[in-house]
């Protein structure tokens, strides 16, 4: 199982970033997925999840409006796309499947 995130960076205030996790050794469209983040000094906290089909999506209260997440299951490949972006989303974003994560992509808003 491999998943790997793109897409991360630094951006201002009220910018957007699109975030990617490309999945590989599974089958894929079988399976929800989620999308966590970690702040320096803070737990790793669920930023948004999506049903196998995409059909139904979750997320955590501080980012409802803002972050859209979605998946495409013939590129086997999830998204976060995080717009209006505040100080406080700084973080380390990783994807996950199981007990399975990624590395995860640093994304640091600050002017």
């Known amino acids: 199982v491999q998943l790997v995130e793109s897409g991360g960076g630094l951006v201002q205030p009220g910018g957007s970033l699109r975030l990617s996790c490309a999945a590989s050794g599974f089958t894929f469209s079988n399976y929800g997925m989620s999308w966590y983040r970690q702040a320096p000094g803070k737990e790793r906290e669920l930023v948004a999840y999506?049903?196998?089909?995409?059909?139904?999506?979750n997320y955590v209260e501080s980012v409802k409006g803002r972050f859209t997440i979605s998946r495409d299951n013939v590129k086997n490949t999830m998204y976060l796309q995080m717009n209006s972006l505040k100080p406080e989303d700084t973080a380390v974003y990783s994807c996950?499947?199981?007990?399975?994560w990624g590395k995860g992509t640093l994304v640091t808003v600050s002017s």
């Open positions: 996950s499947w199981k007990n399975y």
């Open positions: 999506i049903s196998s089909a995409g059909s139904s999506t």
